[in-house]
């Protein structure tokens, strides 16, 4: 296991991949010695903490971007639905309660920044230039295309832009992050570094 990581890693709710989520500590750790990383769409934490106990150790920052309120396949009766993530009485999913707990149990509250809200909204003042960008948003072709157009331009040049669920195979998982990730090809101005499961790693030139 990886130093830092809580030992009940395992327990927290998420939708990584254990080689996923190696392969981010992974280039985490070599990103951010060159400047902050952002992941749109952190859940309850998990690949959080992997960029966060990366980030840590170079005395860099996380801005964990979500807005809680769960994707499409999270609302009451769907596919991924977690009784235990629904706030009943505002009638709405709410995964920061769950996610500030990880976090802090994890020691990274102060490498780890929550920026609770849309993707969007976010974007709409952002100034600072990222070593690494982790796409694992919303999962509609809408919300694929926002998280890219609005944030892959934050990029500097060398920073990773790593994008979560590209299957190659449309009966494996939806194609809206293939799409960003081809466009990102196609834009000319990110090349392939590696594929590591359902994660693609792009390096901007
Ligand atoms: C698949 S989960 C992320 C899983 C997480 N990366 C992990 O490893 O466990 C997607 C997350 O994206 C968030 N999300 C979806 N659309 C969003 C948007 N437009 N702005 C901000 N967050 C969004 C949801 O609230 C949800 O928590």
């Known amino acids: 296991m990886l ?3 809580p030992a009940d890693i395992d327990q927290i709710k998420g939708f990584l991949h254990p080689e996923e989520a190696a392969a981010l500590h992974r280039w985490a750790r070599t990103q ?3 400047g902050p990383l952002l992941e749109i769409g ?4 998990k690949s959080t903490l992997y960029l966060g106990i990366a980030a840590r150790d170079n005395g860099s920052t996380v ?16 596919m991924f639905h977690d009784p235990a993530l629904y706030d009943a009485q505002m009638g709405q999913v709410d995964t920061f309660k769950e996610f500030r707990r990880n976090i802090s149990r994890a020691g990274l509250d102060d490498t780890v920044v929550p920026v ?16 690494m960008l982790f ?5 509609s072709l809408d919300a694929a295309l926002t998280d890219y157009r609005c944030w892959a331009g934050h990029l500097q040049r060398g920073g990773i832009l790593a994008i979560h669920d590209v299957y190659l195979d449309a009966a494996l998982g939806g194609q809206a992050p293939r799409a960003i990730y081809r466009l990102a090809l196609q834009s ?3 090349e392939c570094c590696e594929q590591v499961e359902s994660l693609a790693v792009l390096r901007r030139l």
Do not use: K, M, N
Not at 42 to 45: H, L, M, R
Not at 68 to 77: A, C, F, I, W
Not at 135 to 139: C, K, Q
């Open 3 to 5: 130093p830092g990581l």
């Open 32 to 34: 951010s010695a060159a």
């Open 42 to 45: 952190s859940y309850c934490g």
């Open 63 to 78: 801005f964990a971007l979500d807005h809680h309120r769960g994707s499409e396949e999270h609302q009451l009766g769907e």
């Open 116 to 131: 609770v809200a849309g993707s969007a909204a976010a974007a709409r003042h952002w100034q600072t230039p990222l070593a």
């Open 135 to 139: 796409i694992d948003g919303g999962h």
């Open 188 to 190: 000319g101005l990110f």
